[in-house]
Structure formats: structure tokens, C-alpha cells
């Protein structure tokens, strides 16, 4: 299988189905998959392919290259954050509006919109997950309804070094014990695998070497169940996190941050606090993964 092998093809998602599954591949690796516009309408458009398929079952999201994802992309020469796109909400375009709106806008689609849309696929997703899942990363694992991760991976959320309340699909609560999530966010330092394992955030910790097969092996199994089984068991389970407020308190968190990206512009002039990738890069106590100068943490993006 050619998933995470680097493959700068110019396609900034991948798209393959084999014994139904279907792969889905941020192909940005020298990039760290930084995800810019481009490639969130990208992954949403492969996401509605797999799901009409009728071939496919099971759904494996993959990063080609060394890390799994850097976040949302702040600033590799690629950013796109002025472009329109087709929207796939009824939110209206945010190119050219002005104070709040802009970001406002552009992040109840491209962000909450669409991690949501995303996570109600009704077909199971499983994020393979290797090196770095940082900030706007953690939301594309966290969507997906089993994550299996490479031993060399490693998970955070540092914007709140931005003055911003983590990253805009806020599911940190849900993802980690509460106290847990404090500790993550406060500190803003990286999670090992092993660690985000024994706090159940991950189903799996494997060999580098073996993240490919394990992921492949689990997504084979689970597509000998009955597709309408699969479809309403996920539901259910999604249903039970609705039940204990998920979209309630993710509509709150979203308007704090908001809140922080505004204060942020009104006190200096710049919605990330004056934090751009390399500056979030050189805050962090830990070397950053190779390159990532042009790439890191989310756009908190
Ligand atoms: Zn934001």
C-alpha cells in the first residue's frame, strides 16, 4: 500500500480504494501536511466520494510522509486563507469581510462545519496516525471513530501560547479526561502515543513498522459487518456524546474563541496574537519535527 509513503504529486489528497476500503491521503509531506484550504475542501470532497461508494466500507485517513499532520496551515507559501472556495455549508463567503466576521465566518465552515460533517460520515474512519498530530491535526484524528498510532507519534494542542482556548473543534473533554485536558492545553506540551493510549484517546499503539497492516487489518475485519449495522452503531455511539452536551459545549467553546481571535486583533493587531509557525515553532520547549519553519501549529487558526 502506497499510503505514507512521501508522494509530492501536486495532489494535496490522495484517493484510493482497495478491498473496500478506501484511503484518503493528505499528500503535503514536505509540508508536514499543513492543512491549508485547498486541501480541507480536498479531504471533504474524497470523504463525500467514500461515502456514496457503495465499494467502500471502511474509510482509513492517512498522512503521506514523516508526520501525520501539523495543524492548520499558518504559513507555508501555499496559505490560501483570502481564496474562495465552493462551500459546502450554506455559510456565506468570508473573503472580504472585515473584523471578526472574517474569521467568524471562514471557521464555522472550513473548521467546525466540516469536522462535524466529517465525523457524521456514516461509515467507520480510522486515522493512522504517525509523528506529529498537532492543533488543526488533532481535529482530523479526532473526527474519525478509531485512531491507531504509530509508537513515534505524538499529539498537542498549543494555541493556547496564542491566547486562544484550544483548537475550534473543541472535543478535548471528550477526547481526554477533563483534568487530563487541562494539563494538555495549559502546558501545551506534546502527548506521547504510549500516554495518549493509557488515557484511551487511541485504540492502538504500534511498531512504525507496523502501523500500515495494523490499520489495514482492523478496517478488513471491520468490513465484514453489515453496512447498516456499522452505519447505526456509529450513530448510536455519536448519539451518546451528543447526550452529554458535545455540540453544546463545542458551540460555547467555538464563541471563546472567537472571542480570543478578536481580543487578540483589537490588542495587537493580529488574530494569533502575533504568532505565526516559526514563532510557535521556537516557543515550543521540544524540537520541532524537521522543517516545520514553514509549518506548525494551528491556525487556531
Ligand atoms: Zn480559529
Redesign the pocket.
Known sequence: MQTNQAQDSGQVVAYSVENRVATITMNRPSYHNAQNSKMTYALDEAFQRASHDDAVKVIVLAGAGKHFSAGHDIGTPERDINESFERTSLWYDHVGKDGGEF?YVR?QEV?LGMCRRWRELPKPTIAMVQGACIAGGLMLAWVCDLIVAADDAFFADPVVRMG?PG??YFAHAYELNPRIAKEFLFLGERMSAARAYEMGMVNRVVPRDSLVETSYAMAAKIAEMPRLGLALTKQALNHVEELQGKRAAMDAAFAW??FA?AHNELVSGDRLGGYDARAMANSQREPEPAGVPQASAG???
Open positions: 474569521l471557521e473548521y486562544i483548537v475550534e474563541h472567537h481571535h491556525e487556531a487558526a
